[in-house]
């Protein structure tokens, strides 16, 4: 009876035949995704992405409690949406030390409980990889169970650009250094058009 209840209430949907063929546990294709994206049917595919969860993992939900750390303000790509940066030498840039960052990753640790630290500032011409590799060593030295989610592609781009270093090397360090995973920020570089509308100096 479920089922059939399920099956009628997809069937009114635009998207019937992906929402069906997902729940079949086939892989999606891409112009099945672009279906998806174009449908304003959100509540199926909610119900739909509701029942895929319960069958993969029950009743069990995970979430991350983390910190934004914005470790410096400083920067040179003056996005048009950014109003964060100072540029280089302005009364209110600034650049976190060291030993404050790990302070505020373990007090959010102790009374928050943070699971991670997301680490993002601005495009810091003055800042060598060092002060990252140092930072995240530091993180995990004091607070090992705090994964770090650290910097942009275009942070890391910029750090490479310094070190006249290729980005893979500069992510090879920063993991060893103790980066955990890689943010996902920035995704208008992925878009000519929008990045040169909005952030053209970025990568």
Known sequence: MQNKLLSDFLKKSDISEVLDSALAGDRLGLNDCIRLMKSDDV????LVANILRQRLFGDTITF?????LNYTNVCITYCKFC???RPPGHEESY??????IVRRVATSREM??????LMQGGHNPNLKLEYYEDAFRAIKEKCPEVGINGLSPSEVDMIASIERSSTKEVLARLKAAGMDTFAGGGAEILEDRVKEEIS???I
Do not use: C, H, R
Not at 64 to 68: A, R, V
Not at 112 to 117: L, P, Y
């Open 43 to 46: 509540y199926s595919m909610g």
């Open 83 to 85: 109003a964060f940066y």
């Open 112 to 117: 928050f409980g943070i699971t991670q630290v």
């Open 95 to 100: 650049t976190v030390p060291i030993d404050e």
């Open 64 to 68: 991350i409690s983390n910190i934004i």
């Open 200 to 202: 053209p100096l970025k």
